[in-house]
């Protein structure tokens, strides 16, 4: 049996509670978009400093991410290449401004500038050779959980 009587009535009322519950979703959802904003800002935030933590192989200097040109993952790669280790890591640290650097970060950042891994030796035990060393002459000290040049070791005239 089919009703063919049916109907609906929409009252001036059930209009207004649309349009009520409308303005009340649209605001919360200007506010959840905000808030998404937000987060989403935090998270690249962050997404940055983990850069730093993690292994970053096969990513150069220069790559989409960052802002330097192609000629100047080259340049980088071919003067850190050049240089023995301590001469890079020093090279590395002074471009840091005289902040301090977590020594996995001072080693990716080589890496990821094409630094030939060879020379830092394998299991990279070569490089923890050079680091202990440059602290050993005062040239970089222990900062915290990095190294940083030494106040003697800021000159640009350093032997290396």
Do not use: C, H
């Amino acid at each position: 049996m089919k009703d063919e009587n049916f109907s609906i009535t929409i009252t001036p009322k059930t209009v207004m509670e649309w349009q009520n519950e409308a303005k009340a979703l649209l605001e919360s959802i200007q506010k959840d978009t905000a808030r998404y904003n937000l987060l989403e800002q935090r998270i690249k935030a962050v997404g940055l400093f983990r850069e730093l933590e993690r292994p970053t192989k096969n990513i150069p200097i220069g790559s989409p991410n960052e802002l330097a040109g192609e000629d100047l993952q080259t340049e980088t790669a071919t003067r850190l290449g050049n240089l023995a280790p301590p001469a890079a890591i020093i090279s590395l640290l002074r471009e840091a401004g005289g902040q301090t650097m977590p020594l996995n970060v001072i080693r990716q950042k080589l890496l990821s500038a094409g630094y030939p891994p060879e020379k830092l030796g394998r299991d990279y035990q070569y490089f923890y050779t050079v680091i202990k060393r440059l602290k050993g002459s005062k040239r970089i000290v222990k900062d915290g959980n990095g190294v940083r040049l030494s106040s003697t070791a800021s000159g640009s005239n350093m032997n290396l």
